[in-house]
T-cell receptor, first 112, second 118 residues
Framework: EDKVVQSPLSLVVHEGDTVTLNCSYE??????LLWYKQEKKAPTFLFML????IEKKSGRLSSILDKKELFSILNITATQTGDSAVYLC????????????FGAGTQVVVTP | EAGVAQSPRYKIIEKRQSVAFWCNPI?????LYWYQQILGQGPKLLIQ????????DSQLPKDRFSAERLKGVDSTLKIQPAKLEDSAVYLC????????????????FGSGTRLTVV
């Protein structure tokens, strides 16, 4: 059975701190790993990673994939209160007909 | 480009009642997905349509859930009768086509419908 596990489940940080979120996966026929930010209800896309060792960056957010060890990391530097959200990791496989397999998410709270 | 539209935004019903959710995908998107997200969990796929045909409904509780996508555009998801454990956010998403994967090819989520069954 395919599994996507995120850690930690939740964390509280102060503005300006750096946050590291983890996502490990065990799936057959891996194709890509995606990170989403969910503030209210609609998950919004952050990154898609398909190749190992390549870092994707967007402003203060960055992510890297390790296909050998089957995990990904999402980093947020110089956190702001607007970064407070649930961060979801999802995996897309070649035989899933477009279905995304999600982890449970990490709840991040950034305090002023 | 208009996003994925869903309605209603909130719904509260008593157990054993029925409820329906509506989704209008992004224009031109052939693939439509319904996900269920229970509090504290990640979204789980219920059903996937390619145009007006079902591609995957393996996790849809077919004794109480049904969905259709007439004319290959908008879609409705129905629950009848509802149970307490159906309380969740129901997310609709669409993509250009399933085999080109999400995100870079416009896999976009709607704002969802929050269902509370009491």
């Amino acid at each position: 059975e395919d599994k996507v596990v995120q850690s930690p489940l939740s964390l509280v940080v102060h503005e300006g701190d750096t946050v590291t979120l983890n996502c490990s996966y065990e799936v057959t026929n891996f194709r890509s790993l995606l990170w989403y930010k969910q503030e209210k209800k609609a998950p919004t896309f952050l990154f898609m990673l398909t190749s190992s060792g390549i870092e994707k960056k967007s402003g203060r957010l960055s992510s890297i994939l390790d296909k050998k060890e089957l995990f990904s990391i999402l980093n947020i530097t110089a956190t702001q209160t607007g970064d407070s959200a649930v961060y979801l990791c999802a995996v897309f496989t070649t035989d899933s007909w477009g279905k995304l397999q999600f982890g449970a998410g990490t709840q991040v709270v950034v305090t002023p | 480009e208009a996003g994925v539209a869903q309605s209603p935004r909130y719904k509260i019903i008593e157990k054993r009642q029925s409820v329906a959710f509506w989704c209008n995908p992004i224009s031109g998107h052939a693939t439509l997905y319904w996900y269920q997200q229970i509090l504290g969990q990640g979204p789980k796929l219920l059903i996937q349509f390619q145009n007006n045909g079902v591609v995957d409904d393996s996790q849809l509780p077919k004794d109480r859930f049904s969905a259709e996508r007439l004319k290959g555009v908008d879609s409705t998801l129905k629950i009848q009768p509802a149970k307490l454990e159906d309380s969740a956010v129901y997310l609709c998403a669409s993509s250009v086509t399933w085999d080109r994967g999400p995100s870079d090819y416009g896999y976009t989520f709607g704002s969802g419908t929050r269902l509370t069954v009491v």
